[in-house]
Antibody
Framework: EVQLVESGGGLVQPGGSLRLSCAASGFTFSSSAMNWVRQAPGKGLEWVSTISDSGGRAYYADSVRGRFTISRDNPKNTLYLQMNSLRAEDTAVYYC?????????WGQGTLVTVSS | QSALTQPASVSGSPGQSITISCTGTSSDVGGNNYVSWYQQHPGKAPKLMVYDVSNRPSGVSNRFSGSKSGNTASLTMSGLQAEDEADYYCSSYTKSNTLVFGGGTKLTVL
């Protein structure tokens, strides 16, 4: 069964940092582009970042560029999102998702709350 | 990276057909055939319903169909059922190698 499981969310103060993880199973992780998508409470989906299968290319939304870093460890089948300089507006459920031009598999999401 | 434009809400009765539109620009929807649609029930992760404008993943009902004309894509649901009530999001790959989502449409089955 193809599965993505996020972890690492929680409550963090403004200006703080957090690292999210996404454990993949059931498919060839090293052959798949991976992504992070977030959803603020009561709001729509927002694409955050994409990383190529090898990890050699990464793309970011304007809203997070320079603060967030996407990375992957292919031998460990794990995707990461390092989030620095967090703001209240980064509060959201963060989903990892598989593939490039459309997202065929999604994790269950992990909630990040930025508040003092 | 402006969001694609979707109606905030649509509604229909069981058995009816409805269509949700998704309008972008020549840099996204109009510039490729990589439009996809997602269904999201409350508290759940999104589910892929249509990809590459009109293709359905295995297991998705053929009551769901997608199309595109110019800068506007559409998702049509025929034979509405109670379980179709959910939020629907379109998305498009862009010329910047990014993905952009629509604002979402809440479908109410009357």
């Amino acid at each position: 069964e193809v599965q993505l499981v996020e972890s690492g969310g929680g409550l963090v103060q403004p200006g703080g940092s957090l690292r999210l993880s996404c454990a993949a199973s059931g498919f060839t992780f090293s052959s798949s582009a991976m992504n992070w998508v977030r959803q603020a409470p009561g709001k729509g989906l927002e694409w955050v970042s994409t990383i190529s299968d090898s990890g050699g290319r990464a793309y970011y939304a304007d809203s997070v560029r320079g603060r967030f870093t996407i990375s992957r460890d292919n031998p460990k089948n794990t995707l990461y999102l390092q989030m620095n300089s967090l703001r209240a507006e980064d509060t959201a459920v963060y989903y990892c998702a598989k593939d490039y031009r459309y997202y065929s598999v999604w994790g269950q999401g992990t909630l990040v709350t930025v508040s003092s | 990276q402006s969001a694609l434009t979707q109606p905030a809400s649509v509604s229909g009765s069981p058995g009816q057909s409805i269509t949700i539109s998704c309008t972008g620009t020549s840099s996204d929807v109009g510039g490729n055939n990589y439009v996809s649609w997602y269904q999201q029930h409350p508290g759940k992760a999104p589910k892929l319903m249509v990809y590459d404008v009109s293709n359905r993943p295995s297991g998705v009902s053929n009551r769901f169909s997608g199309s595109k004309s110019g800068n506007t894509a559409s998702l049509t649901m025929s034979g509405l059922q109670a379980e179709d009530e959910a939020d629907y999001y379109c998305s498009s790959y862009t010329k910047s190698n990014t993905l952009v989502f629509g604002g979402g449409t809440k479908l109410t089955v009357l």
